[in-house]
């Protein structure tokens, strides 16, 4: 995977979190902490600790932790873009009080800010405190701006707010050419040929590819809308509790794309 991030310049890592309303009682916390979450974690993806030097010697290991101002600025932008369609708000996430690249990030997403999008709110904070606000008050965030690790961290976390992480979708994207778009979750390989997993993550990642890789808005809003109203009407996997399957889950869900595209159709006909 991280061949192929950086084979491909996906430097952009989006994950969004949001918490469907019949999945409320699925989730780990209270009702009144998680209801109406809706974020997205842009995880910078082709720097840091994950792509540094590694040595290994007798009795010591080391990852060198690389970040370049270009690096930081690409990711910062994105993220700034995204907020301007979403909320507006911006959480840049660091170790600023500890790390030098975590003060240049700092810095640097400062910096992008005032010059190009001073119509968005930024706040900056520490990893370590975002860890435990984004349990306790999940709300508060918008869009998340994060390192490598700290992203990977951050965003797996989060993913579980709804009640499993096999719901969560992510994009990785670059300046130009093919995306690379999959689930958050790994492969299971414990639950292989056994008919269990949660296929949502992977429908809803196919949902990005429709809205980020071939801008088809329409399509990818169809198969988000078809995964709530399947949840809607009480389906569920074993990882939330219930007994469907992934292949019939992944069936009800398809089933339903195809009722609204032949609904929409049907109202083209006769509207024409």
Partial sequence: MLELRKAFGLFANIRPV???????????LHADIVAGVDLVVFRELTGGAYFGEKRRGEDFASDQCIYTVIEIERIARAAFQA??????????????????????WREVVTRVHAEEYPDVRLEHALIDSTAMQIIRKPRHYDVILTENMFGDILSDEASVLGGSIGLAPSASL????????????????????????????????????????LKLLDEANAVEAAVEHVLDRGAR?????????????????????????????????HWG
């Fill in 83 to 104: 907020a301007r369609a979403r909320e507006g708000k911006v959480t840049s996430v660091d170790k600023a009080n500890v790390l030098e690249t975590s003060r240049l």
């Fill in 237 to 269: 996997t074993a990882d939330l509790g219930g007994d469907i399957g992934c292949q019939a889950m992944a069936e009800l869900i398809a089933d339903d794309v195809l009722r609204s595209v032949s609904f929409s159709h049907h109202v083209q006909m």
């Fill in 18 to 28: 949001r918490i469907y309303d019949a999945l409320i009682p699925a989730s780990p």
């Fill in 174 to 213: 670059g300046a130009e050419g093919p995306g690379l778009f999959e689930p958050v979750h790994g492969s299971a390989p414990d639950i292989a040929g056994r008919d269990l997993c949660n296929p949502i993550g992977a429908i809803l990642s196919a949902a990005l590819l429709l809205r980020y890789g």
